[in-house]
């Protein structure tokens, strides 16, 4: 019995024992291993813990930037959904409809100060008439070298929300091409400074907006053959591989780069035929450099120089009824049958109306009222009976002469401008997007 006892309380003992052990192992366990412990609690493998915390930390972040990369995506592509969206409800563009470009603005913000808009007044020849006006430079921003005021204010050419405005504009008017004022790098016009380097830009907006570009080659001094020769091949090796750059197919289905040349009279004829005319020595005929080549067409004289030159076509540019032959709304139609007679293309240029008295005070003489919107119509009216090739507008936003169709608002400060009054500031877009219709309902009916 005694025996027993003793037995039962060595056994009780080591279960006592046992039990200790087991939980004390248990305990130890419990704090290295169990995931639910107290986060107060010392963590005995603080890297691996570290580490576990990072991954997840670095699990969220990835999945923060996944969803931000998402949301930026989106919105990419809404943007272009809604881009795509807003030029659905335009007309196409009409390619057959082209309007001339300044990109030569400046101000402040982008460019270091006012560029164009701070244009001088310009002296009259005779000096003793000179005298009667009021000379110096006009004073961006309330005062500018224009007699309109533009709704974007004194912008800059290069200011990238400006060229976007630009071709929303554009493409509310159903116009396909604008074409660039152009001087070569280095180059400017008397007032302002080398523009060649926003031609990149002015492209890659203009693709966006189904937008073409062509040309307009101004004068500069030294300008003959051989720099316009250097010219074309710099404008089509740089440019011409660009979807917006624009090609016109001609009679025989080549689709060849046009080009506008402004003051093309300044050269003589046996000069251009060097280059233009298939014998000529320096001729870029049946090159990888061909192009259509449009001259300046103001004196009559000028048709028969435009012809032995070479030249594949004419414009008239000037919005002026009445100040040149070219511009003459009434010699339109004798000027296409010319055209046909001897293959060329002929291309009129309508206008809104004309005023520069801003830069030149004396020249009231070639003002033309817009007649809130006749003046235009009727310029539009005159070049359809002509049944031109093409219609170029002089212009889209040379404010210096007051012949823009780009917004203009009312405004008054030490300068009362004119505006669009009563016509709301896009009157002469829409009016635009109206007759680029016509010539389009047009062109088809001649063709038939």
Not at 90 to 100: A, D, E, G, K
Not at 287 to 300: G, N, Q, S
Not at 398 to 407: A, K, N, R, V
Request: proline share 6%; charged share 20%.
């Amino acid at each position: 019995m005694a025996r027993l006892r003793r037995k039962s309380c060595i056994t009780l003992i080591g279960l006592v024992l046992l039990t200790f052990i087991v939980t004390v192992v248990l305990k130890s366990f419990a704090l290295q291993d169990s995931p639910f412990g107290n986060s107060d609690s010392l963590e005995p493998f603080p890297e691996i813990r570290g580490v576990v915390k990072n991954e997840i930390q670095v699990k969220r972040e990835n999945k923060a930037v996944h969803r931000t990369k998402i949301t930026d995506t989106a919105h990419s592509e809404n943007t272009g959904a809604e881009l795509e969206a807003t030029l659905r409800r335009f007309s196409p563009p009409n390619y057959n409809l082209h309007v001339f470009y300044y990109t030569w603005y400046g101000n402040p913000q982008f460019d270091g100060k006012y560029i164009h808009w701070d244009h001088p007044q310009l002296p009259h020849w005779d000096s003793k008439v000179a005298q009667g006006y009021p000379q110096g430079r006009h004073s961006p921003p309330d005062d500018i070298g224009a007699n309109f005021y533009p709704a974007l204010g004194a912008y800059s050419s290069k200011d990238p929300s400006v060229i976007e405005a630009h071709m929303q504009q554009l493409r509310t008017a159903a116009i396909g091409v604008l074409a660039v004022s152009w001087y070569p790098p280095g180059r400017k016009d008397d007032n302002g400074e080398p523009t060649d380097d926003i031609v990149p830009l002015l492209l890659d907006v203009a693709l966006k907006y189904y937008i073409k570009v062509a040309f307009h080659i101004e004068p500069y001094q030294g300008r003959d053959e051989a720099t316009m020769l250097a010219n074309i091949k710099y404008i089509i090796d740089n440019y011409g591989k660009h979807p917006a750059f624009y090609r016109h197919r001609t009679n025989t289905g080549k689709l060849l780069p046009l080009f506008y040349v402004y003051d093309s009279y300044l050269l003589n004829s046996e000069q251009w035929a060097i280059l233009l005319k298939h014998t000529g020595s320096r001729s870029i005929r049946d090159t990888p450099y061909d192009a259509i080549f449009i001259a300046l067409l103001v004196e009559e004289k000028h048709k028969r120089d435009i012809l032995t030159a070479g030249f594949d076509g004419l414009y008239t540019y000037f919005a002026t009824n009445g100040f040149s032959y070219g511009s003459t709304h009434r010699n339109w139609e004798s000027m296409k049958t010319f055209c046909e007679v001897n293959d060329l293309i002929f291309v009129p240029s309508v206008g809104p109306g004309y005023v520069d008295t801003s830069i030149r005070p004396w020249n009231f003489q070639n003002t033309r009222n817009r007649i809130n919107g006749k003046y235009y119509e009727t310029a539009l009216s005159a070049a359809l009976k002509a049944k031109p090739d093409i219609i170029s507008i002089t212009s889209f936003n040379e404010w210096h002469e007051g012949t823009q169709i780009e917004t203009a608002v009312p405004k008054t400060s030490q300068t009362v401008y004119l505006d669009y009054s009563p016509n709301k500031p896009s009157v002469y877009l829409e009016m635009t997007h109206k007759w680029a219709a016509i010539f389009s309902g047009e062109r088809r009916r001649w063709q038939e």
